[in-house]
T-cell receptor, first 114, second 116 residues
Framework: AQKITQTQPGMFVQEKEAVTLDCTYDTSDPSYGLFWYKQPSSGEMIFLIYQGSYDQQNATEGRYSLNFQKARKSANLVISASQLGDSAMYFCAMREEPGNQFYFGTGTSLTVIP | GAVVSQHPSWVICKSGTSVKIECRSLDFQATTMFWYRQFPKQSLMLMATSNEGSKATYEQGVEKDKFLINHASLTLSTLTVTSAHPEDSSFYIC????????????FGAGSRLTVL
């Protein structure tokens, strides 16, 4: 079974609007970490946000927030007030703890429309 | 913050030649480095996990003799694509963690290999 599932190959959002990128995960480990990365067309992977499985509150980093629903095993990324520079591929990832391997989803291509 | 430098960014080579890609952690010691391959519009595929001073652990289906990985120091890992062929053309990206189980995976900027 896929460890990380991203069901939205592509998404469009109007500039200044909010957008939610979906991510579901599969693990039987009680301890794990969830990550979101942004990959612009230049190729580098940029870390956005992290959520630990034991964290009580949803993680937030500026305009990024992670909607963590543990029972549903979902970790959706919410980008508020979208900007043109947000257009990129977004990857959800998980690391089971203890462990060193990261599992990546297939990614969602986000296009921000002016 | 942690920075990983990857070089070269672009490389074009003839079929049959070997290409070396370097991955350096600039301001931290990376006990573990990971090498990924990414095809256009696809996700990252883990090729191997490289631990300093020991042999790399390759994922199933990745040819050890074709993709040579060396992690000679805590700040440098290299990937050598030996006897490259056009099907090896891809985007290769390295990443590193400071210590086992560290939260964040820091990536290099990637290397785009084109084999003619």
């Amino acid at each position: 079974a896929q460890k990380i599932t991203q069901t939205q190959p592509g998404m469009f959002v109007q500039e200044k609007e909010a957008v939610t990128l979906d991510c579901t995960y599969d693990t039987s480990d009680p301890s794990y970490g969830l990550f979101w990365y942004k990959q612009p067309s230049s190729g580098e992977m940029i870390f956005l946000i992290y959520q630990g499985s034991y964290d009580q509150q949803n993680a937030t980093e500026g305009r990024y927030s992670l909607n963590f629903q543990k029972a549903r095993k979902s970790a959706n990324l919410v980008i508020s007030a979208s900007q043109l520079g947000d257009s990129a591929m977004y990857f959800c990832a998980m690391r089971e703890e203890p462990g060193n391997q990261f599992y990546f989803g297939t990614g969602t291509s986000l296009t921000v429309i002016p | 913050g942690a920075v990983v430098s990857q070089h070269p960014s672009w490389v074009i080579c003839k079929s049959g030649t070997s290409v070396k890609i370097e991955c350096r952690s600039l301001d931290f010691q990376a006990t573990t480095m990971f090498w990924y391959r990414q095809f256009p519009k696809q996700s990252l595929m883990l090729m191997a996990t490289s631990n300093e001073g020991s042999k790399a652990t390759y994922e199933q289906g990745v040819e050890k003799d074709k993709f040579l990985i060396n992690h000679a120091s805590l700040t440098l890992s290299t990937l050598t694509v030996t006897s490259a062929h056009p099907e090896d053309s891809s985007f290769y990206i390295c990443s590193a963690t400071i210590a086992y189980g560290a939260n964040v995976l820091t990536f290099g900027a990637g290397s785009r290999l084109t084999v003619l």
